[in-house]
């Protein structure tokens, strides 16, 4: 896990694989293997190189190209709630037999 100082702000980030704990549960597969399509500049990544920003009460990717916000993870007491507002696309791979 990286963790980088970004701007003015000194807010630290990791990358996304933190993220695979969280959706993996409510999910039920690895999402750090998705791909995101940043709804700003258009550019597919994968899930794993977003930049996360964990000192919130959630996690928030930011697409590392333009810096825009790509997905929202939240856990509340009896939910997980994950926006995808900023991204166009969730690409996943299809499982193999």
């Keep these: 896990m990286s963790t980088i100082s970004v701007g003015a702000e000194d807010a630290a980030w990791v990358d996304g694989n933190v993220l695979a704990g969280p959706l993996r549960e409510v ?3 690895d999402l750090t ?3 995101l399509t940043c ?3 258009r550019t597919t990544r994968p899930l794993a190189a977003m930049r ?3 000192r919130a009460p959630g996690l928030v990717a930011r697409c590392p ?3 825009e916000v790509v997905m929202r993870v939240v856990r509340t007491a009896g939910r997980v709630l994950v926006d ?3 991204s166009l696309l969730l690409s996943l791979p299809v ?3």
Excluded: Q
């Design 27 to 29: 999910m039920g597969t």
């Design 33 to 35: 293997v998705a791909e």
């Design 39 to 41: 709804a700003e500049c």
């Design 52 to 54: 996360v920003f964990d």
């Design 65 to 67: 190209g333009c810096e």
């Design 84 to 86: 995808l507002r900023g």
């Design 95 to 97: 499982p193999t037999a």
